[in-house]
């Protein structure tokens, strides 16, 4: 966990716990929604660039040559909103690949749309065409990363597409 992700855990906890202090159950209420809610989207961003890594080791295993350097607190745009959360860069030469994942954090941040609870972006340096937009949507217990396909549907993202991104970028 980076020290920006342990610094706004702290300070939601501080808040709920005035909340709490001050008989504002449903400010705390919210919190605590709040927090489960970031809980489930930490998991599920590292999911996402844990595959992402996992098989670029695969593949470098394997003769690949692939460079991968990690940012931890990232702000990037989706639409009008700003998220905050990871970004990994694979690259190969002048070729690279980057995944960033997160949720906006503060009110100025604006919402991760589409009733989603985090969104990620996978883009190609030099080829926009296989650039994709994931939204994380809740389902039970363990939200799942969809890609927003460019008709508006949503499909599941699973490893095999992780595949499919870094082969990309080999090619």
């Given at each position: 966990?980076?020290?920006?992700?342990e610094e706004y855990?702290?300070?939601v906890?501080?808040?709920?716990q005035?909340?709490?202090?001050?008989?504002?159950g449903?400010?705390?209420?919210?919190l605590?929604?709040r927090?489960?809610?970031?809980?489930?989207?930490?998991?599920a961003?590292e999911?996402?660039?844990?595959?992402?890594?996992?098989?670029?080791?695969?593949?470098?295993?394997?003769g690949?040559s692939l460079?991968?350097?990690?940012?931890?607190?990232?702000r990037?745009r989706?639409?009008?909103?700003?998220?905050v959360?990871p970004?990994?860069?694979l690259?190969?030469g002048?070729?690279?690949?980057?995944?960033?994942?997160?949720?906006p954090r503060?009110?100025r941040?604006?919402?991760?749309?589409?009733g989603?609870l985090?969104?990620?972006?996978?883009?190609?340096?030099?080829?926009?065409?296989?650039?994709e937009?994931?939204?994380l949507?809740?389902?039970?217990?363990?939200?799942?990363?969809?890609?927003i396909?460019?008709?508006?549907?949503?499909?599941?993202?699973?490893?095999?597409?992780?595949?499919?991104?870094?082969?990309?970028?080999?090619?």
């Amino acid at each position: 966990m980076s020290s920006f992700d342990e610094e706004y855990e702290h300070k939601v906890a501080e808040a709920r716990q005035r909340a709490s202090a001050q008989g504002r159950g449903d400010v705390a209420d919210y919190l605590t929604l709040r927090a489960a809610n970031d809980a489930m989207r930490a998991r599920a961003v590292e999911w996402l660039l844990g595959a992402f890594t996992s098989v670029a080791g695969e593949m470098n295993r394997e003769g690949a040559s692939l460079t991968l350097a990690l940012t931890e607190t990232y702000r990037f745009r989706v639409g009008h909103s700003t998220m905050v959360g990871p970004r990994l860069v694979l690259a190969r030469g002048l070729r690279s690949l980057t995944v960033e994942a997160g949720w906006p954090r503060g009110p100025r941040d604006g919402i991760v749309r589409g009733g989603g609870l985090a969104s990620a972006l996978v883009g190609h340096f030099g080829n926009r065409k296989a650039d994709e937009e994931l939204l994380l949507l809740p389902f039970k217990d363990e939200p799942r990363w969809m890609v927003i396909e460019k008709t508006g549907a949503r499909t599941d993202f699973f490893e095999d597409r992780v595949r499919v991104h870094i082969n990309r970028l080999l090619i």
